[in-house]
C-alpha cells in the first residue's frame, strides 16, 4: 500500500534540493502548512515526499537502519510491511549504490512502482498524515480547524530529508 494512493490529488509547494560537495549525499527540504493541507476536510490526506528511484520495485529492498535483522531480510512476519517505520533511518538497496534516507521529523517510508514507467520507483516518505473532518458524539460530523484539533502541535512545518551514498 502507497503512502499516497494513485488516484490522490496532486500538489507541488517549493521544495529546496542541495547536494553535497562531492555528490556523496543530497537534502530535500520542504515547508507545509499544516492549516491548508487541501482535503484534510474530507478524508485522511497524505503529505508525502517521493524521491525517484532508477530500479524495478521487485529489485530495491528497504529497512530500517537500526535493525541487522531486518538488514538481513529477516522479518518477524517473513516479509516486510508494506509501510515501514524507521526513526533511526532507512537503508535502501537494489540500486546503483546503496542509500541511507534520514529525517528528523519523517520516519514512515514505502516504495511504490510507477504505473507508467518500467524500471522507476518511488520511495514515498509520509510527511504528515491528518484529517480535520470529525466525527461527534451524537453521530454528526464537524470541521474542526487546524489549532482547535491539534492544540499545541506547531501549524508549519519545516522538514529535510538527507539521502546520503554508501
Known amino acids: 500500500m502507497p503512502c499516497a494512493p494513485p488516484n490522490r490529488p496532486s500538489v507541488r509547494p517549493p521544495?529546496?534540493?542541495?547536494?553535497?560537495?562531492?555528490?556523496?549525499?543530497l537534502v530535500?527540504?520542504?515547508?507545509?502548512?499544516?492549516g491548508k493541507i487541501p482535503g484534510t476536510?474530507?478524508?485522511n490526506t497524505y503529505v508525502t515526499l517521493e524521491l525517484p528511484l532508477r530500479a524495478g520495485r521487485d529489485t530495491l529492498r528497504i529497512a530500517p537502519e537500526d535493525s541487522p535483522s531486518?538488514?538481513?531480510?529477516?522479518?518477524?512476519?517473513?516479509?516486510?510491511?508494506?509501510?515501514?517505520?524507521?526513526?533511526?533511518?532507512?537503508?535502501?538497496t537494489g540500486t546503483a549504490y546503496p542509500l541511507r534516507v534520514s529525517s528528523?521529523?519523517?520516519?514512515?517510508?514505502?516504495l511504490a512502482p510507477d504505473?507508467?514507467?518500467?524500471?522507476?520507483?518511488?520511495?514515498?516518505?509520509?510527511?504528515v498524515w491528518q484529517n480535520n473532518l470529525c466525527e461527534l458524539k451524537d453521530g454528526?460530523?464537524?470541521?474542526?480547524?487546524?489549532?482547535?484539533?491539534?492544540?499545541?502541535?506547531?501549524?508549519?512545518?519545516?522538514?529535510w530529508v538527507r539521502v546520503d551514498l554508501y
Do not use: N
Open 15 to 25: 521544495l529546496w534540493v542541495r547536494s553535497g560537495e562531492e555528490l556523496t549525499h
Open 70 to 92: 531486518a538488514l538481513a531480510g529477516r522479518w518477524l512476519r517473513g516479509s516486510p510491511p508494506d509501510l515501514v517505520v524507521a526513526p533511526e533511518g532507512l537503508r535502501v
Open 140 to 159: 454528526s460530523r464537524k470541521i474542526l480547524a487546524f489549532k482547535d484539533l491539534y492544540p499545541g502541535e506547531p501549524e508549519i512545518l519545516d522538514i
Open 104 to 110: 528528523p521529523l519523517a520516519f514512515s517510508y514505502t
Open 115 to 127: 504505473p507508467k514507467t518500467a524500471g522507476l520507483t518511488w520511495l514515498q516518505v509520509l510527511l
Open 41 to 43: 476536510d474530507k478524508v
Open 28 to 34: 530535500a527540504r520542504v515547508r507545509i502548512d499544516r
